[in-house]
């Protein structure tokens, strides 16, 4: 049996040791668990409805069962897995309308983003050179994810997706809105990619307006940006319909 507080991991690309003290604490590994978990869900390893136990999922970390279970909790209170009653977990199964019901929950965050952005605040924000520069790097994530957009590259898209939606909403939003999106976001992409792992050339037709949506909101025009926000749901929604139904 491992130690419980410095633990190290085994198999699906978990790192064994973290900067600093060489060690991997069990804060530190129930967060790369729960890490390691989602990106099998967003990756399609984990399909819908599967079920696993904190026993299979720590012998195959070769962990002990505590950060695990608290790992699974974590991602059962993200609303991406279902605890099943004397049975473990299942990865949750999202609907169409669970979709239309994150696109609604997503604008309506967005649209404090817009608000602030035309006020006072909002443009002293655009000002200071921190979130000048900050704005500038969430640039640079909106033009890789457009080039994995572009060419069809689905892991990559999503991991630039999320990062750059995240640190446009730290820009612009409170950190509590933030996480709220990250985690809509996420829980998103786990719905899509059911339908998406199916097409066997994503090229073109995923979306690719990261960067006109920083230029618009560098510009404080936040008509423009809601224009975007409105074609971009649109498009998702239209495309996984269309993908659902065959």
Request: with cysteine; hydrophobic share 45%.
């Amino acid at each position: 049996m491992l130690d419980k507080e410095h633990e190290t991991v085994r198999g699906w690309g978990i790192q064994s040791t973290m900067p600093g003290n060489g060690t991997v604490t069990r804060s530190t590994l129930r967060q790369q668990i729960a890490d390691a978990l989602r990106d099998e869900v967003l990756a399609g390893r984990l399909q819908p409805g599967q079920e696993f136990t904190v026993k299979e999922i720590a012998e195959q970390y070769g962990v002990s069962a505590t950060p695990v279970r608290e790992a699974l909790v974590d991602l059962s209170a993200q609303g991406l897995l279902d605890a099943v009653q004397h049975r473990g977990f299942a990865v949750r199964a999202f609907s169409l309308d669970d979709y239309r019901d994150m696109i609604e929950a997503r604008s309506l965050v967005t649209e404090g983003i817009f608000h602030r952005l035309a006020t006072e605040g909002g443009a002293a924000v655009l000002t200071e050179p921190r979130h000048a520069a900050a704005l500038t790097a969430v640039r640079r994530r909106g033009e890789e994810a457009q080039r994995a957009a572009a060419a069809g590259e689905l892991n990559i898209l999503i991991g630039y997706d999320l990062r750059f939606w995240r640190e446009l909403s730290a820009v612009f939003g409170n950190p509590y809105l933030a996480d709220f999106l990250h985690r809509l976001r996420v829980q998103s992409w786990v719905c899509t990619v059911q339908h998406l792992r199916g097409v066997t050339d994503l090229k073109g037709r995923l979306w690719a307006g990261h960067t006109e949506l920083v230029d618009a909101l560098a510009r404080r025009d936040a008509a423009a940006a809601r224009a975007l926000i409105e074609a971009y749901n649109t498009h998702s929604l239209d495309l996984l319909e269309r993908l659902a139904a065959g």
